[in-house]
């Protein structure tokens, strides 16, 4: 039996002429009861889908097209041969990271999950000052900066490497833990971490200094502390062509001149 598809797509022209096209040759079941969740646009559609799908009980595996902008995260689209594509196509797993956050008066946040990083930035013109801490230990009792962020293997290749960071094998079981701008200590540039890691970051002078914290495109402001760790209950499923595979683009970026 052919796989059971469910089609999203983004606001972009393009994507939704492609929604048009592909729902009328194969249907569209709800993503609840779908094999396949076929993401149509760019990397922020496909972000969107993975924090969508998130909230179900049994999550379908995602096979993206670029239809947008940046397609990292996406296929090529075409739209013959999609069934034979999907057949053939290899699985790349994608953890997310779990973002705990606390407000300048002491309140829990909501939670928040990233797929790519989640970034702490200054948002005053003043320099944020920031305390590092790795599974309780501190690390750096003050670093000052425009900002810091934590980075999966997948999202290594995206915020984390303009702001100077490593690019991380898919496989490498690592975290990027990466300054943004550091003023001090200027030599810092950074630390390689276990993904088994917890980090904490406690923002100094939070009311002075505001910080907010970002995870992929959601955002809490004037936090006070951050917790970040990988969350592997969560882990979802995307698919690649043969070949193309998440892990083989990401090796592919540092070579690329």
């Known amino acids: 039996m052919p796989p059971r598809l469910a089609f999203t797509a983004s606001s972009a022209p393009a994507a939704q002429e492609a929604f048009a096209s592909l729902t009328a040759r194969h249907g569209n079941v709800a993503e609840a009861d779908a094999d396949v969740v076929v993401a149509l646009g760019g990397d922020g559609q496909m972000l969107d889908v993975l924090h969508r799908l998130l909230r ?24 013959e041969g999609l069934e034979e594509r999907l057949a053939s196509a290899v699985a790349s797993r994608v953890v997310p990271l779990e973002c705990r956050a606390w407000s300048a008066s002491g309140d829990e946040l909501p939670l928040l999950r990233a797929f790519n990083e989640v970034a702490l930035r200054r948002m005053s013109n003043q320099s944020a000052r920031i305390r590092v801490s790795v599974d309780g230990v501190e690390r750096l009792s003050e670093l000052a900066c425009d900002g810091v962020l934590v980075a999966t293997p997948a999202g290594s290749t995206a ?99």
Not at 59 to 65: D, N
Not at 66 to 76: A, D, V
């Open 56 to 79: 179900l009980d049994q999550r379908p595996r995602i096979y993206g097209m670029n239809r947008g902008t940046t397609g990292f995260l996406l296929n090529s689209y075409q739209e």
């Open 159 to 257: 915020y984390n490497l303009s702001a100077r960071g490593p690019i991380l094998p898919l496989e490498s079981n690592l975290l990027a833990l990466t300054p943004i701008c550091p003023l001090r200590p200027r030599r810092w540039t950074g630390a390689l971490l276990r993904s088994i890691r917890g980090i904490a970051f406690d923002v100094l002078e939070p009311r002075k200094r505001p910080v907010a914290v970002s995870a992929d495109q959601r955002e809490l402001i004037e936090v006070s502390r951050v917790e970040v760790r990988e969350s592997r209950d969560t882990e979802m499923s995307l698919l690649f062509d043969d070949g193309q595979g998440l892990a083989e683009r990401v090796l592919a970026e540092q070579f690329r001149t």
